[in-house]
């Protein structure tokens, strides 16, 4: 199992919080998953495919493919902006 988190505009424009998949259900590499989550619909695609999303996998930001395992929880992010 693992857990996909969204945060800030992500999670309200995706309308999603938190998925848990179980083994079998996700991908076995980060791009993977972002491939198969971007086949919800156009909003999911623009979210998955842009190169500004940032990406936590276990609360560690990442930017690399990285092979997913059992347990990780994998969170999504928009781009911080700051002032």
């Not at 919080?17 to 259900?25: D, I, V």
């Amino acid at each position: 199992m693992i857990k996909v988190r969204f945060f800030a505009s992500f999670r309200e424009k995706l309308d999603c919080e938190q998925l848990t998949l179980e083994e079998g259900e996700y991908a076995s590499s980060l791009f993977a998953l972002k491939r198969q989550l971007a086949e919800n619909g156009e909003d999911w695609r623009e979210v998955m495919m842009s190169d500004r999303t940032l990406v936590a996998i276990n609360q560690n930001m990442t930017r690399q493919d990285v092979v997913l395992h059992c347990g990780d929880e994998v969170a999504f992010f928009p781009p911080v902006t700051g002032g």
